[in-house]
């Protein structure tokens, strides 16, 4: 079976720009998380969707969104990037709440 | 409020003996505990987990203990190997309506000597 991925793997912005990040879970996977990782913060929520809703939202601004598609794969978007946003962006999947989740390689986002 | 904690920031062990990694956490609602081993520039690899109404889980050359009054996690590794050299993570969930939410610890980094 596939693993999680993610795209793209590396990518540079520049402050006052947005992203995208998209995210493919593991076939048969309807919960999709997001998680944020930095130096300082270590591992944090960001938002989890299943069936294309979103059921829970961590402690970030309204800048961070995403969204999930009917096939599961899952976005997520970062509006007017800040210095701050710089961090391992990671994907999670699992069958549902409860379950463990795996996780793809993440997104290296670097904000300039 | 850091409500997972590994106050451990790092480990080193000799290859062959045990590697013992501890995680403490606070919030009594939570009910399901998982370990994820990470390498530099890679996602968490799922380990292990137990959940709250079991108080040990084997899997090969790992076992996670889980002592609920003293709200207190540990990973055994034996016999450590090189190859477990990295970072590891405590992480915990919550029932309710908390979905796919894991609130990680700050990571203990491990270090197995040949």
């Known amino acids: 079976k596939a693993g999680v991925t993610q795209t793209p793997r590396y990518l540079i912005k520049t402050r006052g720009q947005q992203v995208t990040l998209s995210c493919s879970p593991i076939?048969?996977?309807?919960?999709v998380s997001w998680y944020q990782q930095t130096p300082g913060q270590g591992l944090q929520f960001l938002f989890e969707y299943f069936s294309e809703t979103q059921r829970n939202k961590g402690n970030f601004p309204g800048r961070f969104s995403g969204r999930q598609f009917s096939n599961s794969r899952s976005e997520m978007n970062v509006s007017t990037l800040e210095l701050g946003d710089s961090a391992l962006y990671l994907c999670?999947?699992?069958?549902?709440?409860?379950?463990?989740?795996?996780f793809g390689p993440g997104t290296r986002l670097t904000v300039l | 409020d850091q409500q997972v904690k590994q106050n451990s920031p790092s480990l080193s062990v000799q290859e062959g003996r045990i590697s013992i990694l501890n995680c403490d956490y606070t919030n009594s609602m939570f009910d399901y505990f998982l370990w994820y081993k990470k390498y530099p520039a890679e996602g968490p690899t799922f380990l292990i987990s137990i959940s709250s109404i079991k108080d040990k889980n084997e899997d090969g050359r790992f076992t996670v203990f889980l002592n609920k009054s003293a709200k207190h996690l540990s990973l055994h590794i034996v016999p450590s190997q090189p190859g477990d050299s990295a970072v590891y993570f405590c992480a915990a969930s919550e029932g309710g309506t908390s979905y796919g939410k894991l609130t990680f610890g700050q990571g203990t980094i491990l270090t197995v000597h040949p």
């Open positions: 076939s048969g996977h309807r919960s």
């Open positions: 999670a999947s699992s069958l549902d709440r409860g379950n463990e989740q795996f």
